[in-house]
Nanobody
Framework: QVQLVESGGGLVQAGGSLRLSCVAS????????MAWYRQAPGKQRELVAQ???????NYADSVKGRFTISSDNTKNVAYLQMDSLKPEDTAVYYC???????????????WGKGTLVTVSS
């Protein structure tokens, strides 16, 4: 059983910062990549940032230069540092992991339950 648990959400004023954390735990052989998605009210879930086990990163255009994804592969933890936050960043942020639970198992998607980020104007 694999669990992803997010933390660090909350209420912040525009221009402020927050740091989200995601811990993957359980039966894990390897983590190929971790990512942050977000879903605002009435909108589809969208990719915010992704980091591979090799350290390659990918960002949505809307957050480039403001958000930074990082990870600690030894602890199966991913972080999202969010700076210069805008009201349009308000959403539930979900952690995603591409995880292999045994040496021979397929890589599967795992999701956390989400953490709410609210940016006030």
């Amino acid at each position: 059983q694999v669990q992803l648990v997010e933390s660090g959400g909350g209420l912040v004023q525009a221009g402020g910062s927050l740091r989200l954390s995601c811990v993957a735990s359980g039966t894990i052989f390897s983590v190929n990549a971790m990512a942050w998605y977000r879903q605002a009210p009435g909108k589809q879930r969208e990719l915010v940032a992704q980091i591979t086990s090799g350290g390659s990163t990918n960002y949505a255009d809307s957050v480039k230069g403001r958000f930074t994804i990082s990870s600690d592969n030894t602890k199966n933890v991913a972080y999202l540092q969010m700076d210069s936050l805008k009201p349009e960043d308000t959403a539930v942020y979900y952690c995603n992991g591409l995880i292999r639970v045994t040496k021979i198992s397929a890589i599967r998607d795992y999701w956390g339950k989400g953490t709410l980020v609210t940016v006030s104007s």
